[in-house]
């Protein structure tokens, strides 16, 4: 079922500058116990085999790309930050006196442009779960930022702590799942003004993956990337060598940049951590109602923010974003899954690449329980992911209800969505052993193949076992009750929650992390009157 891997098993000194007393021990208990041998570590690092799909040819390709650039060269961006505007403004960008427009010649986008690396590595504080970002690496991200969550018997509900946390340690017991996404749930029973340093704490002694922080006024950011350093054991110096948190930059749409968002592209380029620019584009509400327009609008305002970065550090580790998709045109609603956003996510991915840029999507479904839109919106969102070249998916597990609510039996769903996908990626074995000549003839015509050495060598790990699917026939599922997809998922995550063993972490790391969250929430934490 795609379980944890020992991690301790892959562990090989990783080399460190940090003091020895403040390196990580990398011995201690298995992440998880399971019924049968942990496979392999498949699902660490995952290659899109694929070719990559089009949905524009190269001349039209080309015509987003200009159209973009004339919006940013003659209608421009409003950035709501006066040291952003002075730092454009230092790198050559027009700056309109008094008002907060800026345009950007696109010799100078472009400039900008060519200095964005087109991979690098994020640095988990375990070394096994370190991702690679850019070129055919495929990278999974639990579902962040849902004000509400939901399972069977609770219902839906307000986010909490408690579900925060399980949320989180549900991540960490799943390969397929690379890194946090970012809050999975929004806890509000934690004042907003330390909610940072909690959840932050959380992300480092509960799970050993990558995580975010959220741009939400500067002094979050900083006390992020401190962190994340003091969860990794190391020094600044080396922090600033091997970026290791992350955060999502979303663009006010339309042509809009604001102060936080600003504040935080300028806190993590400048110290060399990863920025993520996303424009959220609908079309028909905060972009041009046809698809091109909205990703022409979606392009111009992901390239002025990468460019920003830019200006900020050249060469910080940047990420093209894409969040187009459209909305009920009868209610004003968004939806996702759907044809148009299929189209959006392929387009963006064309662009990404013509700019040598690693590319962002999401799985996304706009249902609103456990049921066959969930399911079917997903997988044509993971469909378009896949073969648009994705290499950093957001909100890969647990969205639902257009990402308003995390879903405790769709993180169950995706996950399984997410390893056939893995699965369908890795290359078909046509080794001379695979091809199986032998086997059919010592089998020969009318045989079977159940007991020959062949299968038998084979047939534990031959396919792929599913966690949710029901392959009993229909006599032995009514006897059983007829289980539904929501009961399975409802007691998987149950299970999964039962079995979490919290990763090993330094107890001196711990209590300079506990310490420094101490201190902070004794400072009162930051300011919440955005």
């Not at 084979?458 to 006599?475: G, H, K, Q, V």
Request: charged content about 20%; overall charge negative; aromatic content about 8%.
């Amino acid at each position: 079922m795609g379980d944890v891997i020992k991690l301790e098993n892959h562990l090989e000194n990783p080399a460190s500058d940090a003091p020895l007393e403040r390196r990580r021990r990398t011995g201690g208990r298995s992440a998880e116990r399971v019924r049968r041998p942990p496979a392999t570590a498949k699902y660490l690092n995952l290659i899109n085999t694929k070719a990559p799909s089009a949905v524009l040819s190269a001349d039209a390709l080309e015509a987003v790309h200009q159209a973009s650039l004339t919006i940013l060269e003659d209608i421009g961006m409003d950035i709501i930050l006066p040291e952003a505007r002075e730092r454009m403004k230092a790198a050559g960008a027009d700056v309109t006196p008094g008002t907060d427009r800026v345009r950007f010649d696109r010799g100078l986008i472009m400039d900008m442009m060519a200095s964005v690396p087109s991979g690098f590595t994020m640095h988990a504080r375990n070394p096994v779960r370190n991702v690679e970002i850019g070129g055919d690496n495929l990278v999974f991200a639990q579902v962040a930022s849902a004000p509400f969550v939901a399972d069977r018997e609770g219902g839906r509900r307000a986010g909490n702590q408690d579900d925060f946390r399980k949320l989180v340690k549900l991540a960490q017991s799943y390969d397929i799942i690379h890194t946090t996404g970012g809050y999975p749930v929004e806890p509000v029973d934690i004042h907003a003004s330390v909610r940072h340093l909690d959840c932050l704490s959380d992300l480092v002694k509960l799970t050993d993956k990558v995580f975010h922080v959220y741009s939400l006024g500067r002094q979050r950011n900083l006390d992020g990337i401190e962190i994340a350093r003091i969860g990794r054991g190391i020094s600044m110096e080396q922090m600033e060598r091997e970026p290791s948190l992350f955060t999502i930059i979303n663009t006010s749409s339309p042509l809009r940049l604001d102060g936080p968002m600003l504040q935080g592209i300028i806190e993590m380029s400048s110290r060399n951590q990863v920025v993520v620019v996303t424009p959220f584009t609908l079309a028909g509400a905060m972009a041009p109602v046809t698809v091109a327009g909205a990703v022409v609008q979606q392009n111009a305002e992901a390239l002025a923010g990468i460019a920003f970065t830019q200006m900020v550090r050249r060469g910080a580790p940047v990420i093209y974003g894409g969040f187009t998709s459209n909305v009920d045109m009868k209610t004003g609603a968004p939806a996702f899954g759907t044809p148009e956003y299929m189209k959006a996510v392929i387009a963006g991915g064309q662009l990404a690449r013509k700019y040598n840029i690693p590319y962002r999507t999401s799985n996304t479904n706009a249902s609103n329980t456990l049921d066959a839109q969930s399911a079917y919106e997903s997988a044509f969102s993971l469909w378009a992911l896949t073969q648009g070249g994705g290499n950093f998916i957001m909100h890969a597990a647990g969205w639902t209800e257009g990402g308003l609510t995390a879903s405790f039996e769709k993180f169950i769903l995706d996950v399984d969505m997410l390893q056939m996908v893995a699965e369908y990626l890795t290359p078909l074995d046509v080794s001379a052993d695979a091809l199986g000549v032998d086997a059919v003839r010592d089998v020969g015509p009318g045989g079977h193949f159940f007991g020959t050495p062949h299968t038998l060598a084979r047939y534990e790990n031959a396919f792929y076992s599913p966690i949710l699917s029901d392959w009993r026939n229909f006599e032995t599922w009514t006897e059983a009750g007829r289980p539904t997809t929501y009961d399975h998922a409802n007691r998987v995550f149950k299970e999964k929650l039962n079995s979490y063993e919290r990763p090993p972490i330094d107890p001196a790391i711990e209590d300079e992390l506990d310490a420094f969250v101490a201190r902070r929430k004794e400072e009162g934490g930051v300011p919440t009157d955005f």
